[in-house]
Protein backbone atom coordinates (compact mmCIF):
# COMPACT_ATOMS: atom_id res chain seq x y z
CA UNK A 1 0.00 0.00 0.00
CA UNK A 2 1.23 3.45 -0.93
CA UNK A 3 2.19 5.97 1.90
CA UNK A 4 2.84 9.66 2.28
CA UNK A 5 5.90 9.39 2.31
CA UNK A 6 6.57 7.47 -0.43
CA UNK A 7 4.85 9.55 -2.54
CA UNK A 8 6.54 12.63 -1.29
CA UNK A 9 9.54 10.83 -2.00
CA UNK A 10 9.05 10.15 -5.44
CA UNK A 11 7.27 13.40 -6.40
CA UNK A 12 10.81 15.42 -5.20
CA UNK A 13 13.12 13.15 -6.96
CA UNK A 14 11.14 14.04 -9.93
CA UNK A 15 11.70 17.40 -9.19
CA UNK A 16 7.77 18.45 -8.14
CA UNK A 17 7.29 20.30 -5.20
CA UNK A 18 3.44 19.96 -3.58
CA UNK A 19 1.59 22.97 -3.12
CA UNK A 20 -1.49 21.79 0.37
CA UNK A 21 1.12 18.97 0.57
CA UNK A 22 -1.09 16.99 2.96
CA UNK A 23 -4.39 17.47 0.87
CA UNK A 24 -2.66 16.12 -2.24
CA UNK A 25 -1.24 12.82 -1.10
CA UNK A 26 -4.50 12.47 1.05
CA UNK A 27 -5.64 11.89 -2.50
CA UNK A 28 -3.03 10.52 -4.35
CA UNK A 29 -3.18 7.61 -1.94
CA UNK A 30 -6.18 7.07 -3.00
CA UNK A 31 -5.80 6.92 -6.40
CA UNK A 32 -3.37 4.52 -6.11
CA UNK A 33 -5.55 2.07 -4.43
CA UNK A 34 -8.19 2.99 -7.00
CA UNK A 35 -6.15 2.21 -9.85
CA UNK A 36 -3.72 -0.21 -8.69
CA UNK A 37 -0.50 2.02 -8.85
CA UNK A 38 2.70 2.20 -7.24
CA UNK A 39 3.68 5.20 -6.21
CA UNK A 40 6.75 5.51 -9.05
CA UNK A 41 4.05 4.55 -11.67
CA UNK A 42 1.35 7.82 -10.52
CA UNK A 43 4.53 10.24 -10.40
CA UNK A 44 5.09 8.79 -13.59
CA UNK A 45 1.94 9.51 -14.93
CA UNK A 46 1.73 13.17 -13.33
CA UNK A 47 5.13 13.38 -15.66
CA UNK A 48 3.19 13.01 -18.93
CA UNK A 49 0.29 14.50 -18.12
CA UNK A 50 2.49 17.67 -16.93
CA UNK A 51 4.29 17.30 -20.22
CA UNK A 52 1.07 17.04 -22.41
CA UNK A 53 -0.55 20.14 -20.57
CA UNK A 54 2.45 21.74 -21.14
CA UNK A 55 2.35 23.55 -17.45
CA UNK A 56 5.20 25.78 -16.76
CA UNK A 57 6.21 25.39 -13.24
CA UNK A 58 6.94 22.40 -11.55
CA UNK A 59 4.90 22.01 -8.71
CA UNK A 60 1.93 20.10 -7.86
CA UNK A 61 -1.21 21.72 -7.29
CA UNK A 62 -4.92 21.18 -5.93
CA UNK A 63 -6.68 22.38 -8.66
CA UNK A 64 -4.81 20.26 -11.33
CA UNK A 65 -5.96 16.94 -9.71
CA UNK A 66 -9.12 16.86 -11.19
CA UNK A 67 -7.69 17.28 -14.88
CA UNK A 68 -4.98 14.28 -13.83
CA UNK A 69 -7.78 11.75 -12.83
CA UNK A 70 -8.89 12.00 -15.65
CA UNK A 71 -6.04 11.23 -17.45
CA UNK A 72 -5.39 8.24 -15.38
CA UNK A 73 -9.09 7.09 -16.73
CA UNK A 74 -7.65 7.71 -20.26
CA UNK A 75 -4.84 5.73 -20.07
CA UNK A 76 -6.64 2.34 -18.10
CA UNK A 77 -9.32 2.56 -20.61
CA UNK A 78 -6.50 2.50 -23.78
CA UNK A 79 -4.48 -0.23 -21.63
CA UNK A 80 -7.49 -2.37 -21.11
CA UNK A 81 -8.04 -2.02 -24.75
CA UNK A 82 -4.66 -2.76 -25.99
CA UNK A 83 -4.70 -6.25 -24.04
CA UNK A 84 -8.27 -7.13 -24.77
CA UNK A 85 -9.06 -6.47 -28.45
CA UNK A 86 -12.02 -8.49 -28.98
CA UNK A 87 -13.43 -6.49 -26.22
CA UNK A 88 -16.65 -4.68 -26.62
CA UNK A 89 -17.06 -0.91 -25.49
CA UNK A 90 -20.86 -0.19 -24.10
CA UNK A 91 -22.16 2.59 -25.53
CA UNK A 92 -25.33 4.87 -24.41
CA UNK A 93 -27.20 2.39 -27.50
CA UNK A 94 -25.99 -1.06 -25.28
CA UNK A 95 -26.71 0.42 -21.63
CA UNK A 96 -30.55 1.46 -23.04
CA UNK A 97 -31.19 -1.96 -24.33
CA UNK A 98 -29.67 -3.26 -20.96
CA UNK A 99 -32.42 -1.30 -19.22
CA UNK A 100 -35.09 -1.88 -21.70
CA UNK A 101 -34.87 -5.59 -20.79
CA UNK A 102 -33.80 -6.27 -24.92
CA UNK A 103 -31.23 -9.24 -25.57
CA UNK A 104 -28.12 -8.35 -26.51
CA UNK A 105 -27.56 -10.18 -29.04
CA UNK A 106 -30.11 -9.61 -31.19
CA UNK A 107 -29.99 -8.70 -34.79
CA UNK A 108 -32.41 -5.88 -34.96
CA UNK A 109 -31.85 -2.48 -35.73
CA UNK A 110 -32.98 -1.13 -32.19
CA UNK A 111 -35.60 1.94 -32.23
CA UNK A 112 -37.32 3.75 -29.22
CA UNK A 113 -40.41 2.13 -29.10
CA UNK A 114 -43.66 4.67 -30.19
CA UNK A 115 -46.25 3.13 -28.71
CA UNK A 116 -46.68 3.21 -25.09
CA UNK A 117 -47.25 0.16 -23.69
CA UNK A 118 -43.97 -1.11 -25.13
CA UNK A 119 -42.21 1.13 -22.93
CA UNK A 120 -40.92 0.91 -20.03
CA UNK A 121 -41.51 3.15 -17.32
CA UNK A 122 -39.05 3.99 -14.35
CA UNK A 123 -40.29 3.89 -10.64
CA UNK A 124 -41.88 7.79 -11.07
CA UNK A 125 -40.66 7.96 -7.33
CA UNK A 126 -37.35 7.23 -7.60
CA UNK A 127 -34.78 10.31 -8.49
CA UNK A 128 -32.11 8.23 -9.43
CA UNK A 129 -33.18 7.22 -13.01
CA UNK A 130 -31.74 6.57 -16.39
CA UNK A 131 -28.75 8.79 -15.66
CA UNK A 132 -25.00 8.79 -17.11
CA UNK A 133 -22.20 9.77 -15.69
CA UNK A 134 -20.45 11.12 -18.86
CA UNK A 135 -17.06 10.37 -17.89
CA UNK A 136 -17.24 13.20 -15.49
CA UNK A 137 -13.41 14.68 -14.28
CA UNK A 138 -14.39 13.57 -10.60
CA UNK A 139 -14.37 9.75 -11.71
CA UNK A 140 -16.90 8.91 -9.24
CA UNK A 141 -19.61 6.30 -10.11
CA UNK A 142 -23.07 7.07 -10.99
CA UNK A 143 -24.41 5.27 -8.17
CA UNK A 144 -22.08 7.37 -5.88
CA UNK A 145 -24.13 8.85 -2.46
CA UNK A 146 -24.53 12.95 -2.94
CA UNK A 147 -25.45 15.76 -1.11
CA UNK A 148 -28.79 16.17 -2.74
CA UNK A 149 -29.45 12.47 -2.37
CA UNK A 150 -28.89 13.22 1.34
CA UNK A 151 -31.19 15.57 2.08
CA UNK A 152 -33.66 15.16 4.81
CA UNK A 153 -36.75 17.60 4.06
CA UNK A 154 -38.00 17.42 0.64
CA UNK A 155 -41.29 19.07 -0.72
CA UNK A 156 -41.35 21.87 2.16
CA UNK A 157 -43.39 24.96 1.30
CA UNK A 158 -41.25 28.06 1.73
CA UNK A 159 -44.33 29.79 1.08
CA UNK A 160 -47.96 30.12 0.52
CA UNK A 161 -50.15 32.53 -1.08
CA UNK A 162 -53.88 32.30 -1.36
CA UNK A 163 -56.65 29.83 -0.14
CA UNK A 164 -55.87 26.53 -0.83
CA UNK A 165 -52.74 25.54 1.14
CA UNK A 166 -50.40 23.15 0.07
CA UNK A 167 -49.19 20.17 2.09
CA UNK A 168 -45.98 19.33 3.15
CA UNK A 169 -45.03 16.14 1.80
CA UNK A 170 -41.57 14.54 3.09
CA UNK A 171 -40.27 11.85 0.72
CA UNK A 172 -40.46 9.21 3.97
CA UNK A 173 -44.13 9.25 4.21
CA UNK A 174 -45.25 9.04 0.72
CA UNK A 175 -45.58 4.84 1.17
CA UNK A 176 -48.81 4.61 0.20
CA UNK A 177 -48.77 7.05 -3.02
CA UNK A 178 -45.63 4.75 -4.16
CA UNK A 179 -47.97 2.49 -5.71
CA UNK A 180 -48.12 1.53 -9.28
CA UNK A 181 -52.27 1.40 -8.31
CA UNK A 182 -52.40 4.62 -6.75
CA UNK A 183 -50.83 5.97 -9.30
CA UNK A 184 -53.02 4.74 -12.22
CA UNK A 185 -55.86 6.19 -10.62
CA UNK A 186 -54.05 9.35 -9.85
CA UNK A 187 -52.95 9.59 -13.46
CA UNK A 188 -57.10 9.30 -14.30
CA UNK A 189 -58.11 11.63 -12.42
CA UNK A 190 -55.73 14.51 -14.58
CA UNK A 191 -57.52 17.83 -14.77
CA UNK A 192 -58.43 18.81 -18.02
CA UNK A 193 -56.05 19.56 -21.06
CA UNK A 194 -55.64 23.47 -21.40
CA UNK A 195 -55.38 24.73 -24.65
CA UNK A 196 -51.90 26.69 -25.87
CA UNK A 197 -51.28 29.48 -28.18
CA UNK A 198 -47.85 30.75 -28.75
CA UNK A 199 -47.15 34.10 -29.60
CA UNK A 200 -44.35 33.76 -32.62
CA UNK A 201 -43.15 37.43 -32.75
CA UNK A 202 -39.37 35.86 -31.59
CA UNK A 203 -37.08 34.83 -33.51
CA UNK A 204 -37.03 31.76 -35.33
CA UNK A 205 -34.91 28.36 -35.23
CA UNK A 206 -31.83 28.94 -37.78
CA UNK A 207 -32.21 32.76 -37.80
CA UNK A 208 -29.51 35.07 -38.88
CA UNK A 209 -27.89 37.22 -35.84
CA UNK A 210 -25.31 39.43 -34.27
CA UNK A 211 -24.93 41.13 -37.82
CA UNK A 212 -26.25 44.21 -36.45
CA UNK A 213 -24.58 47.94 -37.61
CA UNK A 214 -24.11 50.90 -35.48
CA UNK A 215 -27.44 52.04 -37.40
CA UNK A 216 -29.63 49.30 -36.18
CA UNK A 217 -28.28 50.24 -32.28
CA UNK A 218 -29.40 54.05 -33.03
CA UNK A 219 -32.82 53.31 -35.30
CA UNK A 220 -33.79 51.22 -32.25
CA UNK A 221 -33.11 53.14 -29.90
CA UNK A 222 -34.60 55.93 -31.78
CA UNK A 223 -38.31 53.88 -32.48
CA UNK A 224 -38.75 53.48 -28.43
CA UNK A 225 -38.26 57.01 -27.43
CA UNK A 226 -40.98 58.09 -30.60
CA UNK A 227 -43.34 55.60 -29.76
CA UNK A 228 -43.40 55.93 -26.31
CA UNK A 229 -43.87 59.59 -27.13
CA UNK A 230 -46.34 58.80 -28.99
CA UNK A 231 -48.10 57.19 -26.58
CA UNK A 232 -47.66 59.57 -24.04
CA UNK A 233 -49.37 62.34 -26.59
CA UNK A 234 -51.99 60.38 -27.79
CA UNK A 235 -52.96 59.93 -23.88
CA UNK A 236 -54.14 63.46 -23.64
CA UNK A 237 -52.91 63.98 -20.71
CA UNK A 238 -49.93 65.88 -20.82
CA UNK A 239 -48.72 68.65 -23.03
CA UNK A 240 -47.16 68.99 -26.24
CA UNK A 241 -43.36 67.61 -26.56
CA UNK A 242 -40.32 70.19 -26.48
CA UNK A 243 -36.79 69.79 -26.85
CA UNK A 244 -35.36 69.13 -23.52
CA UNK A 245 -32.45 71.24 -24.79
CA UNK A 246 -33.88 74.36 -25.68
CA UNK A 247 -33.46 77.21 -22.94
CA UNK A 248 -37.39 78.57 -21.77
CA UNK A 249 -38.57 80.27 -19.14
CA UNK A 250 -41.99 78.46 -19.09
CA UNK A 251 -42.64 74.49 -17.89
CA UNK A 252 -42.00 72.24 -20.80
CA UNK A 253 -42.96 68.47 -20.94
CA UNK A 254 -40.37 66.17 -22.53
CA UNK A 255 -39.79 62.41 -23.59
CA UNK A 256 -36.36 60.95 -23.06
CA UNK A 257 -34.42 58.05 -22.65
CA UNK A 258 -32.10 58.08 -18.82
CA UNK A 259 -28.51 57.52 -19.71
CA UNK A 260 -25.42 57.86 -17.39
CA UNK A 261 -22.42 60.26 -17.79
CA UNK A 262 -19.60 58.21 -17.57
CA UNK A 263 -18.94 54.69 -17.07
CA UNK A 264 -20.56 54.40 -13.53
CA UNK A 265 -24.11 54.13 -11.81
CA UNK A 266 -26.51 56.35 -11.86
CA UNK A 267 -26.65 59.40 -9.16
CA UNK A 268 -26.93 62.54 -8.73
CA UNK A 269 -24.38 63.66 -10.75
CA UNK A 270 -24.45 61.90 -13.55
CA UNK A 271 -28.27 61.79 -14.74
CA UNK A 272 -28.94 62.66 -18.70
CA UNK A 273 -32.11 62.73 -20.50
CA UNK A 274 -31.74 61.82 -24.26
CA UNK A 275 -34.53 63.17 -26.24
CA UNK A 276 -35.58 62.17 -30.06
CA UNK A 277 -32.66 63.22 -32.95
CA UNK A 278 -36.42 62.97 -35.28
CA UNK A 279 -38.86 65.11 -32.96
CA UNK A 280 -36.65 67.28 -31.38
CA UNK A 281 -32.93 67.89 -31.23
CA UNK A 282 -31.76 64.52 -29.83
CA UNK A 283 -28.99 65.47 -27.33
CA UNK A 284 -28.46 64.68 -23.45
CA UNK A 285 -28.67 67.15 -21.25
CA UNK A 286 -28.08 67.17 -17.70
CA UNK A 287 -31.29 66.04 -15.33
CA UNK A 288 -31.93 67.73 -12.23
CA UNK A 289 -34.10 65.55 -10.09
CA UNK A 290 -33.48 66.72 -6.53
CA UNK A 291 -37.05 68.36 -6.50
CA UNK A 292 -38.95 65.48 -6.69
CA UNK A 293 -39.12 63.12 -3.05
CA UNK A 294 -39.59 59.69 -4.70
CA UNK A 295 -38.46 58.31 -8.21
CA UNK A 296 -36.82 54.88 -9.57
CA UNK A 297 -34.94 55.38 -12.97
CA UNK A 298 -32.57 52.80 -14.85
CA UNK A 299 -30.34 53.26 -17.78
CA UNK A 300 -32.61 52.72 -21.20
CA UNK A 301 -35.65 53.93 -19.40
CA UNK A 302 -37.63 56.23 -21.63
CA UNK A 303 -39.31 58.50 -18.94
CA UNK A 304 -41.46 61.80 -20.22
CA UNK A 305 -40.58 64.86 -17.62
CA UNK A 306 -41.91 68.40 -16.74
CA UNK A 307 -39.90 70.93 -15.68
CA UNK A 308 -37.96 73.93 -16.43
CA UNK A 309 -34.67 74.34 -18.37
CA UNK A 310 -34.17 78.45 -18.54
CA UNK A 311 -30.45 78.26 -19.07
CA UNK A 312 -30.35 75.34 -21.69
CA UNK A 313 -27.96 73.89 -19.82
CA UNK A 314 -29.77 71.71 -17.15
CA UNK A 315 -33.14 69.99 -17.09
CA UNK A 316 -35.11 70.70 -14.10
CA UNK A 317 -37.75 68.24 -13.00
CA UNK A 318 -41.01 68.92 -11.45
CA UNK A 319 -42.43 65.84 -12.18
CA UNK A 320 -41.52 62.36 -13.60
CA UNK A 321 -43.34 59.90 -15.96
CA UNK A 322 -41.90 56.38 -16.11
CA UNK A 323 -44.95 54.34 -17.76
CA UNK A 324 -46.73 54.11 -20.80
CA UNK A 325 -50.54 54.66 -20.77
CA UNK A 326 -52.34 51.17 -20.90
CA UNK A 327 -54.52 52.50 -23.76
CA UNK A 328 -51.14 52.26 -26.11
CA UNK A 329 -50.68 48.44 -26.01
CA UNK A 330 -50.34 47.57 -29.90
CA UNK A 331 -46.94 47.65 -31.08
CA UNK A 332 -46.55 50.62 -33.56
CA UNK A 333 -43.42 49.05 -35.32
CA UNK A 334 -44.56 45.64 -36.20
CA UNK A 335 -45.86 45.47 -40.02
CA UNK A 336 -49.76 44.87 -40.76
CA UNK A 337 -49.33 40.86 -41.18
CA UNK A 338 -47.72 40.66 -37.53
CA UNK A 339 -50.14 42.72 -35.75
CA UNK A 340 -52.92 40.31 -37.26
CA UNK A 341 -50.86 37.33 -36.06
CA UNK A 342 -50.39 38.64 -32.77
CA UNK A 343 -53.89 39.78 -32.45
CA UNK A 344 -55.32 36.48 -33.18
CA UNK A 345 -53.07 34.73 -30.78
CA UNK A 346 -53.63 37.01 -27.77
CA UNK A 347 -57.01 38.19 -28.06
CA UNK A 348 -60.04 36.39 -26.45
CA UNK A 349 -62.26 33.86 -28.77
CA UNK A 350 -66.00 35.20 -28.95
CA UNK A 351 -68.02 33.63 -26.80
CA UNK A 352 -65.64 32.89 -24.15
CA UNK A 353 -65.51 34.17 -20.83
CA UNK A 354 -62.07 35.26 -19.37
CA UNK A 355 -64.06 34.95 -15.94
CA UNK A 356 -64.02 31.24 -15.92
CA UNK A 357 -60.29 30.60 -17.14
CA UNK A 358 -58.21 28.30 -14.77
CA UNK A 359 -54.58 26.52 -15.15
CA UNK A 360 -52.49 24.65 -13.22
CA UNK A 361 -48.96 25.29 -13.78
CA UNK A 362 -45.71 23.90 -12.04
CA UNK A 363 -43.21 26.47 -13.03
CA UNK A 364 -39.11 25.65 -12.26
CA UNK A 365 -35.80 27.11 -13.53
CA UNK A 366 -32.68 25.43 -14.21
CA UNK A 367 -30.15 24.50 -13.73
CA UNK A 368 -31.43 21.21 -13.56
CA UNK A 369 -29.07 19.49 -11.92
CA UNK A 370 -25.86 19.85 -8.76
CA UNK A 371 -22.93 21.66 -9.33
CA UNK A 372 -20.90 18.35 -8.47
CA UNK A 373 -22.88 15.89 -10.94
CA UNK A 374 -24.50 15.79 -14.47
CA UNK A 375 -26.83 13.23 -13.28
CA UNK A 376 -30.37 15.84 -13.13
CA UNK A 377 -31.42 14.40 -9.54
CA UNK A 378 -33.17 17.68 -8.77
CA UNK A 379 -35.02 17.15 -12.43
CA UNK A 380 -36.17 13.60 -11.48
CA UNK A 381 -37.45 14.72 -8.11
CA UNK A 382 -39.58 17.42 -10.04
CA UNK A 383 -41.37 14.70 -12.82
CA UNK A 384 -41.59 12.49 -9.94
CA UNK A 385 -43.30 15.30 -7.81
CA UNK A 386 -45.73 16.36 -10.93
CA UNK A 387 -46.77 12.51 -11.53
CA UNK A 388 -47.82 12.42 -8.16
CA UNK A 389 -49.89 15.83 -8.20
CA UNK A 390 -50.20 16.26 -12.16
CA UNK A 391 -50.61 20.03 -13.67
CA UNK A 392 -52.11 21.10 -16.88
CA UNK A 393 -48.98 22.74 -17.40
CA UNK A 394 -45.18 22.08 -16.62
CA UNK A 395 -43.15 25.15 -17.28
CA UNK A 396 -39.10 24.67 -17.38
CA UNK A 397 -36.84 27.38 -17.73
CA UNK A 398 -33.44 27.13 -18.67
CA UNK A 399 -31.02 26.45 -18.18
CA UNK A 400 -31.09 23.01 -18.98
CA UNK A 401 -27.55 22.34 -20.34
CA UNK A 402 -25.41 24.83 -18.31
CA UNK A 403 -22.66 26.30 -19.58
CA UNK A 404 -21.54 27.76 -15.78
CA UNK A 405 -21.76 24.33 -14.66
CA UNK A 406 -17.68 23.24 -13.71
CA UNK A 407 -17.72 19.92 -15.04
CA UNK A 408 -19.27 21.30 -18.64
CA UNK A 409 -16.65 24.63 -18.28
CA UNK A 410 -14.17 21.98 -17.90
CA UNK A 411 -14.79 19.99 -21.03
CA UNK A 412 -14.93 16.90 -18.66
CA UNK A 413 -17.62 15.19 -20.06
CA UNK A 414 -17.85 12.60 -22.59
CA UNK A 415 -20.65 13.57 -24.83
CA UNK A 416 -22.14 16.80 -26.81
CA UNK A 417 -24.17 19.11 -25.15
CA UNK A 418 -26.69 18.04 -27.74
CA UNK A 419 -26.72 14.30 -26.46
CA UNK A 420 -26.30 15.11 -22.85
CA UNK A 421 -29.88 17.26 -23.52
CA UNK A 422 -31.65 14.65 -25.75
CA UNK A 423 -30.76 12.21 -22.95
CA UNK A 424 -31.27 13.72 -19.62
CA UNK A 425 -33.96 16.18 -20.60
CA UNK A 426 -35.94 15.11 -23.48
CA UNK A 427 -35.89 11.73 -23.12
CA UNK A 428 -37.31 12.21 -19.16
CA UNK A 429 -40.10 14.47 -20.31
CA UNK A 430 -40.89 12.43 -23.00
CA UNK A 431 -41.24 9.23 -20.81
CA UNK A 432 -43.57 11.71 -18.47
CA UNK A 433 -46.14 13.36 -21.00
CA UNK A 434 -46.63 9.27 -22.53
CA UNK A 435 -47.15 8.08 -19.15
CA UNK A 436 -49.06 11.14 -17.52
CA UNK A 437 -51.34 11.16 -20.69
CA UNK A 438 -52.43 13.47 -23.12
CA UNK A 439 -53.84 15.49 -20.41
CA UNK A 440 -50.66 17.30 -19.40
CA UNK A 441 -48.07 19.40 -21.39
CA UNK A 442 -44.96 20.93 -21.33
CA UNK A 443 -43.36 24.34 -22.52
CA UNK A 444 -39.32 24.61 -22.43
CA UNK A 445 -38.13 28.24 -23.03
CA UNK A 446 -34.30 28.30 -23.13
CA UNK A 447 -31.53 30.43 -21.36
CA UNK A 448 -28.47 31.95 -22.91
CA UNK A 449 -26.48 29.96 -20.49
CA UNK A 450 -28.02 26.57 -22.35
CA UNK A 451 -24.45 24.91 -23.97
CA UNK A 452 -26.70 23.19 -26.75
CA UNK A 453 -28.11 26.30 -27.78
CA UNK A 454 -27.53 29.67 -29.59
CA UNK A 455 -25.57 32.38 -27.70
CA UNK A 456 -28.35 35.34 -28.69
CA UNK A 457 -30.50 37.42 -27.24
CA UNK A 458 -33.42 37.23 -28.50
CA UNK A 459 -33.44 33.97 -28.70
CA UNK A 460 -35.21 31.57 -30.87
CA UNK A 461 -37.19 28.03 -29.34
CA UNK A 462 -35.57 25.14 -29.51
CA UNK A 463 -35.60 22.68 -32.41
CA UNK A 464 -37.58 19.81 -30.42
CA UNK A 465 -38.66 17.07 -33.72
CA UNK A 466 -40.81 14.56 -31.61
CA UNK A 467 -44.08 14.28 -34.36
CA UNK A 468 -45.99 11.88 -31.84
CA UNK A 469 -45.95 14.46 -29.06
CA UNK A 470 -45.32 17.63 -30.61
CA UNK A 471 -48.85 18.69 -29.28
CA UNK A 472 -47.65 18.25 -25.96
CA UNK A 473 -43.78 18.95 -25.48
CA UNK A 474 -43.34 22.88 -27.15
CA UNK A 475 -40.82 25.26 -27.20
CA UNK A 476 -40.87 29.20 -26.88
CA UNK A 477 -38.63 31.81 -27.98
CA UNK A 478 -36.56 33.72 -24.99
CA UNK A 479 -38.25 36.16 -24.10
CA UNK A 480 -41.57 34.65 -25.06
CA UNK A 481 -45.14 34.64 -24.70
CA UNK A 482 -48.35 31.99 -24.85
CA UNK A 483 -51.79 31.46 -23.64
CA UNK A 484 -52.92 28.98 -21.21
CA UNK A 485 -56.54 28.44 -21.09
CA UNK A 486 -56.69 32.35 -21.87
CA UNK A 487 -54.50 33.06 -19.41
CA UNK A 488 -51.84 35.14 -21.12
CA UNK A 489 -48.29 34.47 -19.79
CA UNK A 490 -44.97 36.07 -20.56
CA UNK A 491 -41.75 34.58 -19.86
CA UNK A 492 -37.64 35.75 -19.75
CA UNK A 493 -34.79 33.79 -18.60
CA UNK A 494 -32.16 36.10 -18.65
CA UNK A 495 -31.73 37.61 -14.80
CA UNK A 496 -32.75 41.07 -15.51
CA UNK A 497 -34.21 41.68 -11.94
CA UNK A 498 -30.32 40.91 -10.98
CA UNK A 499 -29.43 43.54 -13.88
CA UNK A 500 -31.58 46.17 -13.06
CA UNK A 501 -31.05 45.91 -9.50
CA UNK A 502 -27.49 46.76 -9.83
CA UNK A 503 -28.14 49.92 -12.03
CA UNK A 504 -31.77 51.46 -10.17
CA UNK A 505 -31.05 54.63 -8.47
CA UNK A 506 -34.09 55.39 -6.90
CA UNK A 507 -35.49 57.89 -3.92
CA UNK A 508 -38.51 56.93 -1.57
CA UNK A 509 -40.59 59.13 0.70
CA UNK A 510 -39.40 58.96 4.50
CA UNK A 511 -41.39 56.57 5.94
CA UNK A 512 -43.08 55.16 3.22
CA UNK A 513 -42.14 51.18 3.20
CA UNK A 514 -41.42 49.82 -0.35
CA UNK A 515 -41.24 46.35 -1.87
CA UNK A 516 -38.19 46.51 -3.78
CA UNK A 517 -38.75 43.12 -5.82
CA UNK A 518 -42.61 44.28 -7.15
CA UNK A 519 -40.90 47.87 -7.90
CA UNK A 520 -38.15 46.57 -10.12
CA UNK A 521 -40.54 43.72 -11.89
CA UNK A 522 -42.45 46.74 -12.72
CA UNK A 523 -40.50 48.51 -14.51
CA UNK A 524 -41.14 45.49 -17.41
CA UNK A 525 -44.30 46.30 -17.72
CA UNK A 526 -44.53 50.05 -17.27
CA UNK A 527 -41.93 50.04 -20.31
CA UNK A 528 -43.69 47.71 -22.54
CA UNK A 529 -40.24 45.51 -22.35
CA UNK A 530 -38.98 42.23 -21.30
CA UNK A 531 -35.39 43.78 -21.17
CA UNK A 532 -36.04 47.81 -20.65
CA UNK A 533 -32.33 48.00 -19.45
CA UNK A 534 -29.40 49.58 -22.36
CA UNK A 535 -27.13 49.41 -22.80
CA UNK A 536 -26.93 45.53 -21.72
CA UNK A 537 -24.14 44.26 -19.67
CA UNK A 538 -20.98 43.08 -22.03
CA UNK A 539 -22.28 39.61 -21.39
CA UNK A 540 -25.09 39.64 -22.36
CA UNK A 541 -25.24 38.41 -26.44
CA UNK A 542 -27.88 41.33 -27.06
CA UNK A 543 -29.11 41.66 -31.19
CA UNK A 544 -30.16 45.01 -31.81
CA UNK A 545 -32.23 44.24 -34.97
CA UNK A 546 -33.99 41.14 -33.36
CA UNK A 547 -34.63 42.87 -30.18
CA UNK A 548 -37.65 45.45 -31.06
CA UNK A 549 -40.11 42.81 -31.86
CA UNK A 550 -38.98 39.88 -29.64
CA UNK A 551 -38.49 41.95 -26.11
CA UNK A 552 -42.24 43.73 -26.62
CA UNK A 553 -44.69 43.57 -24.34
CA UNK A 554 -47.86 44.39 -26.42
CA UNK A 555 -50.21 43.54 -24.43
CA UNK A 556 -49.68 43.05 -19.63
CA UNK A 557 -49.82 39.44 -19.16
CA UNK A 558 -51.69 37.53 -16.33
CA UNK A 559 -48.86 35.77 -15.40
CA UNK A 560 -45.14 37.56 -16.02
CA UNK A 561 -41.97 34.92 -15.28
CA UNK A 562 -38.75 36.43 -14.23
CA UNK A 563 -36.59 33.48 -13.05
CA UNK A 564 -33.61 34.88 -11.08
CA UNK A 565 -30.66 34.31 -8.67
CA UNK A 566 -32.04 36.61 -5.79
CA UNK A 567 -35.11 35.35 -3.97
CA UNK A 568 -37.90 33.57 -4.96
CA UNK A 569 -41.14 35.35 -4.52
CA UNK A 570 -44.92 35.26 -6.00
CA UNK A 571 -46.04 38.74 -5.78
CA UNK A 572 -48.96 40.88 -7.43
CA UNK A 573 -48.34 43.63 -9.49
CA UNK A 574 -50.28 46.08 -9.86
CA UNK A 575 -49.93 48.74 -13.44
CA UNK A 576 -52.04 52.14 -13.42
CA UNK A 577 -53.86 53.62 -11.04
CA UNK A 578 -57.26 53.35 -9.58
CA UNK A 579 -60.04 51.15 -10.92
CA UNK A 580 -58.16 51.05 -14.24
CA UNK A 581 -55.34 49.55 -12.86
CA UNK A 582 -54.13 46.26 -14.40
CA UNK A 583 -52.99 43.49 -11.92
CA UNK A 584 -50.34 40.82 -13.05
CA UNK A 585 -49.09 37.84 -11.06
CA UNK A 586 -45.00 37.92 -11.13
CA UNK A 587 -43.04 35.11 -10.65
CA UNK A 588 -39.47 34.32 -9.83
CA UNK A 589 -39.07 30.52 -9.26
CA UNK A 590 -35.97 30.53 -7.42
CA UNK A 591 -33.63 28.08 -8.92
CA UNK A 592 -34.05 23.80 -9.03
CA UNK A 593 -30.76 23.28 -8.12
CA UNK A 594 -28.24 25.75 -5.81
CA UNK A 595 -24.68 24.49 -6.02
CA UNK A 596 -24.72 20.66 -4.62
CA UNK A 597 -28.19 21.34 -2.60
CA UNK A 598 -31.93 21.88 -3.39
CA UNK A 599 -33.13 24.64 -4.69
CA UNK A 600 -37.20 25.77 -5.30
CA UNK A 601 -39.73 25.58 -7.81
CA UNK A 602 -43.76 27.17 -7.85
CA UNK A 603 -46.61 25.38 -7.61
CA UNK A 604 -49.47 27.55 -9.21
CA UNK A 605 -53.12 27.79 -9.75
CA UNK A 606 -55.04 30.79 -11.63
CA UNK A 607 -58.55 31.02 -12.09
CA UNK A 608 -60.03 34.13 -13.67
CA UNK A 609 -57.81 36.46 -11.77
CA UNK A 610 -55.19 37.00 -9.05
CA UNK A 611 -57.35 37.68 -6.41
CA UNK A 612 -58.96 33.61 -6.90
CA UNK A 613 -55.48 32.11 -7.77
CA UNK A 614 -53.15 30.41 -5.12
CA UNK A 615 -49.59 29.44 -5.37
CA UNK A 616 -46.91 27.67 -3.40
CA UNK A 617 -43.01 27.53 -3.34
CA UNK A 618 -41.81 24.28 -2.15
CA UNK A 619 -38.18 23.37 -1.77
CA UNK A 620 -37.60 20.39 -3.46
Known sequence: MATNEELKREFNRSGFALVEEDEILKRCVTLCINYSLKPSDLVSSWELYHLNRQLIEQTVKKDEMDGFILHLQNQQKEAIMAEESGLHIYSNRDVDMLLEGIPEDTEEIVTTPTHKS????????????????????????????????????????????????????????????????????????????????????????????????????????????????????????????????????????????????????????????????????????????????????????????????????????????????????????????????IKQEVLTPVGESREGSEVSFIIASGPFTTSDNLLFEPLNELLAYARRKPPQLLVLLGPFVDSEHPEIKKGAVDATFSEIFQVEVLRKLQDYVEFMGSEVRVVLVPSIRDANHDFIFPQPPFYIHIPELEHQITSLSNPGTFEANQVKVGCCTVDVLKQLSGEEFSRNASGVPTDRMSRLASHLLRQRSFYPLYPPPENLPYDSTLAPQAIQISSIPDILLLPSDMRYFVKVLSVGEGEDATKCVCVNPGRLAKGEGAGTFVELTYKGGPESMHASIISI
Open 118 to 341: QRLHPDPFDSINRSKDYGCSSGKSVGRVTPFGTRINKFVVKFNIGNAAVQVENGNDNDVENSEDDMIIKRAQTSQRCSLKVNGSGPEPGCRFMYDRTEDKFNALENRITKHADALVASGLYEELMDPAVASQRSIFAVGMICCDGEGHLNDKSILLQSSAERTSGQRVPLDLNRLNQFSIFPGQIVGIEGQNPSGHYLTASKLVDSVPLTQTADLDQPPAKKQT
